[in-house]
């Protein structure tokens, strides 16, 4: 099946540095990627969508300097919290869309990345 | 824009009971997912709903849509401690390709 990794799992950082997260299609390309942040008991809120080779769309009230989405590849997209502050420790989760041997249709989503910002 | 409300966002069962979580959507979708999450991991897929009338099954899940009713519904068979988790709902509108998730349901299956 089609498999999403995330790297890291858990990332402790302090205020005002940046972290990096990964988001990888092992199997599959993926045309598409989006970015999700989930607060604790509560929903998957969309940030940001991103096509291979092109800007990534950001939802409503998502800081783009703030978030930087960047997807390079057909198998690799990244999100950067620059200068995070407490405010951003949430868990972020990726999904991969399929483009090529797998179905367009459904969303593979990544194990997650836990962000801690003390 | 489409809106996705699901109840009820608390649910807590006996084993051996049955229960149906219900899922509105307020414009047209052209696919309704089901996702199962267990604390601090990610989502598992469970069902894709892709017309109207269609109803899919596994082991004491079944998910149905009715597409005119704009509701989707998951409903629980006999219910056992294994099934406790949080269940998302999330519709994809007809043009684009991004997901609307539900608020969340989180059972509780006591023994």
């Known amino acids: 099946g089609a498999v999403v990794s995330q790297h890291p799992s858990r990332v402790i950082c302090k205020s005002g540095t940046s972290v990096k997260i990964e988001c990888r299609s092992l199997?599959?390309?993926?045309?598409?990627m989006f970015w999700y942040r989930q607060f604790p008991k509560k929903s998957l809120m969309l940030m940001a969508t991103?096509?291979?080779?092109?800007?990534?769309?950001?939802e409503q009230g998502v800081e783009k300097d703030k978030f930087l989405i960047n997807h390079a590849s057909l198998t690799l997209s990244t999100l950067t919290v620059t200068s995070a502050h407490p405010e951003d420790s949430s868990f972020y989760i990726c999904?991969?869309?399929?483009?090529?041997?797998?179905?367009?249709?459904?969303?593979?989503f990544g194990p997650g990345t836990r962000l801690t910002v003390l | 824009e489409l809106k996705v409300e699901q109840n009820p966002l608390f649910l807590s069962m006996q084993e051996g009971k049955n229960y149906t979580i219900y899922c509105n959507y307020s414009?047209?979708?052209?696919?309704l997912y089901w996702y199962r999450q267990d604390p601090g991991k990610s989502l598992e897929s469970l069902f894709v709903?892709?017309?109207?009338?269609a109803v899919k099954q596994e082991g004491r899940l079944m998910a149905s849509l009715d597409t005119k009713a704009r509701l989707s519904t998951l409903h629980i068979t006999a219910a056992v401690h294994d099934l406790s988790a949080t269940y998302f709902c999330?519709?994809?509108?007809?043009?684009?390709?991004?997901?609307?998730f539900g608020e969340g349901t989180q059972l509780t299956v006591n023994p």
């Open positions: 999904s991969a869309r399929g483009g090529l041997r797998i179905s367009t249709d459904t969303q593979y």
């Open positions: 199997d599959f390309q993926a045309t598409t």
């Open positions: 991103s096509n291979e080779g092109s800007k990534a769309t950001y």
């Open positions: 414009t047209t979708s052209d696919r």
């Open positions: 709903l892709l017309s109207n009338g």
């Open positions: 999330a519709g994809k509108e007809t043009s684009g390709s991004r997901l609307t």
